[in-house]
């Protein structure tokens, strides 16, 4: 029993008898003009007198619903607001934008109809039925106050057992307008879905916004991972190398400080850069992201305060590379050191080759292992908790512009190698 009340009165019920008032309110324009069509073509000066005319207006005026419907793309829009609000239809089965296709203008307007159409028949009986209803219930303590006289009801009816059984008539019928309502928002609320839901242009363009965002995402993770990454390994390495020897070589602590203060003064600006990712435009101000051409030097004089012992070897022109393929390529060069500095340690030898061989950028990081280190530096098994982001990094960035990566350990040396096309990146 409290199962079937919570179906004709419980919360969803209401909300759902509530959508379907609006669909009346939304259907009472389309009526009146269905009666200026009505009242002409019939002859009749009182459309609002007679029941079926009012039904055939409101059957004239619901074409014109579906027609508007089809006209206004942001219909769907709001429908679709209205059932996620009012109906407890789940958001994923809706779509949330306005009707773009022929297919989809259709079935929002076939929705739009049934809308109306359903919430025009509930709203009149929702308006008719309850003093009718109230007056059933009260008609026999109006026959007892008033006597027979007071209600002229037809002979047949008049009886004893008709005024006995007039308060459950009118139970009854507010029963029936109840179920009749709580029948169609159900009805509707299970259309929802097929007549709002998305089309495969819109679940199409839903993937390629959900791919977009991950890329950006992704793009974001990379440049935090090798931009700060890389300066809080370097930091922390320098500020290691400079306890060791705070009392006896002083003039090394002050460049290793003065190294700190500039790496963390520079990641504060790539940051910056960085973060410009999830802003809406570019912001006045922010730092440019670093590139081979202006770059490399800094990035060599950053890592050999730390410790490292870099041996570079440039056979390209930066100044000669397109601005992608040269930001990009610092920040494989900087995470190649990186890993260098955080796997091997701060005083390892690294050799970095950076050419141009076959219309393609070369760049070499080689460094030497130590024997225990050797099995762990392997690429699936990361040498710390959490390591082998900066790997992947670099060979999604290698892949994005069309080239590819090689890395691991071999004779006691780990080497990566990554080879970029010089143009026709993807």
């Given at each position: ?141 109006i026959v007892w106050l008033g006597g027979a ?136 101000g922010t730092a440019p992201a670093p590139t081979l051409a202006a770059d ?131």
């Amino acid at each position: 029993m409290s199962e079937f009340v919570r179906h004709l009165f419980g919360r969803r019920a209401r909300r759902r008898w509530i959508h379907l008032i609006l669909g009346g309110a939304l259907a009472m324009p389309y009526v009146f003009v269905g009666q200026l069509v009505v009242g002409p073509a019939t002859d009749s000066r009182y459309v609002f007198n007679d029941l079926p005319l009012q039904l055939l207006s409101f059957a004239v005026g619901l074409p014109l619903a579906a027609l508007t419907a089809a006209l206004f793309p942001l219909t769907r829009s709001l429908e679709a607001g209205a059932v996620r609000s009012l109906c407890g239809v789940d958001a994923g089965l809706l779509a949330h934008g306005p009707a773009r296709t022929r297919a989809a203008k259709g079935r929002a307007a076939a929705w739009f109809t049934l809308h109306l159409g359903f919430g025009g028949v509930v709203s009149g009986m929702s308006l008719a039925v309850p003093p009718f209803a109230g007056f059933l219930a009260a008609l026999p303590l109006i026959v007892w106050l008033g006597g027979a006289e007071a209600v002229e009801l037809p002979a047949s009816l008049d009886q004893p057992w008709v005024l006995a059984l007039a308060p459950v008539a009118g139970v009854a019928t507010l029963l029936a307008l109840a179920a009749c309502a709580a029948v169609s928002g159900a009805l509707l609320a299970r259309w929802a879905p097929v007549l709002l839901g998305p089309t495969p242009e819109d679940r199409l363009a839903a993937a390629e916004a959900r791919a977009s965002d991950l890329a950006v995402r992704n793009r974001l993770a990379r440049e935090l991972h090798d931009s700060v990454g890389h300066a809080l390994s370097a930091v922390t390495l320098q500020a290691s190398a400079a306890r060791r020897v705070l009392d006896s070589d002083p003039e090394f602590v002050r460049e290793a400080l003065a190294a700190i203060e500039d790496t963390t003064r520079r990641t504060v600006g790539e940051l910056d850069a960085v973060l410009g990712v999830l802003r809406d435009g570019d912001t006045p101000g922010t730092a440019p992201a670093p590139t081979l051409a202006a770059d490399l030097g800094g990035l060599l004089r950053r890592t050999r305060a730390a410790g490292l012992r870099v041996t570079a070897r440039v056979d390209a022109d930066p100044e000669a590379l397109p601005p992608v393929l040269s930001r990009e390529a610092y920040r494989i060069v900087q995470e190649g050191l990186s890993n260098a500095l955080k796997h091997a340690g701060d005083r390892t030898s690294v050799t970095l080759r950076i050419a141009v061989a076959d219309e393609h950028l070369e760049i070499t990081v080689e460094n030497p292992l130590p024997d225990a280190a050797t099995d762990a530096l392997a690429p699936s098994s990361p040498s710390r908790p959490g390591g082998g982001h900066g790997l992947r990094g670099i060979a999604d960035r290698a892949r994005l512009l069309g080239g590819t990566t090689l890395a691991g350990a071999a004779g006691g040396t780990w080497r990566l190698n990554v080879r970029l096309p010089m143009k026709g990146s993807a």
